[in-house]
Nanobody, 122 residues
Framework: EVQLVESGGGLVQAGGSLRLSCAASGFSTNDYAIGWFRQAPGKEREEVACSSNSDESTYYADSVKGRFTISRDNAKNTVYLQMNSLKREDTAVYYC???????????????WGQGTQVTVSS
């Protein structure tokens, strides 16, 4: 069974940092791209960052470029999102998803985890 568990969220002040983790089971992160998404109440789900498994390419939304860094530890089957210089606009529930290639889910029923809440205060 494919499962993804997001963790590491919390409440931080603007300018602070958090590191999110996406722990995968039922598949190897080494074989797939992994993307981070976020969704705030009343807003559409947004693409945030993606890590390719093949050529180590990474992709970032313009809104987070230069502040967020996606990385992976395939030995731990885990993908991370380092979030620095956090802004109020970053407040959302953050999710990860298996992709191939970046931004393309394997199917319409590709599962999501429960997500982890990030709240940035000012």
């Amino acid at each position: 069974e494919v499962q993804l568990v997001e963790s590491g969220g919390g409440l931080v002040q603007a300018g602070g940092s958090l590191r999110l983790s996406c722990a995968a089971s039922g598949f190897s992160t080494n074989d797939y791209a992994i993307g981070w998404f976020r969704q705030a109440p009343g807003k559409e789900r947004e693409e945030v960052a993606c890590s390719s498994n093949s050529d180590e390419s990474t992709y970032y939304a313009d809104s987070v470029k230069g502040r967020f860094t996606i990385s992976r530890d395939n030995a731990k089957n885990t993908v991370y999102l380092q979030m620095n210089s956090l802004k109020r606009e970053d407040t959302a529930v953050y999710y990860c998803q298996r992709l191939w290639p970046c931004w393309i889910p394997l199917g319409d029923d590709e599962p999501w985890g429960q997500g982890t809440q990030v709240t940035v205060s000012s």
